[in-house]
């Protein structure tokens, strides 16, 4: 499955973004669905997941409470709700697919990943 994230951007302290991420070249729809980040010079860590159906979702404790994850999967889209951004959100955020159908937190186990899209946040 090919992936191609979108809907980064510059936004202020306290500002929302919603990322989206658009499956192509088969159905997505029993794969579970993951958002990772990578800031500049650090490791890339988990940020949220999703199970094939929508039903189980899962977060990074520094997101919890500000960003959800979502799918449609009429559409073979997954999507990251982002609020009240925090200058340390600040990060190249990557969307992922796992043949895992209740997604997981771990990246080696995603085995395609979209190009990324960058996020910044101003303080």
């Known amino acids: 499955v090919q992936l191609q994230a979108s809907g980064g951007g510059l936004v202020q302290a306290g500002g929302s973004l919603r990322l989206s991420c658009a499956a192509s070249?088969?159905?997505?729809?029993?794969?579970?669905m993951g958002w990772f980040r990578q800031a500049p010079g650090k490791e890339r860590q988990f940020v949220a997941a999703i199970s094939w159906s929508g039903g189980s979702t899962y977060y990074a404790d520094s997101v919890k409470g500000r960003f959800t994850i979502s799918r449609d999967n009429a559409k073979n889209t997954v999507y990251l709700q982002m609020n009240s951004l925090k200058p340390e959100d600040t990060a190249v955020y990557y969307c992922a697919a796992t043949s895992i159908p209740y997604g997981s937190r771990w990246s080696a186990d995603f085995g395609s990943w979209g190009q990324g899209t960058e996020v910044t946040v101003s303080s």
């Open positions: 070249g088969r159905t997505f729809n029993s794969d579970g």
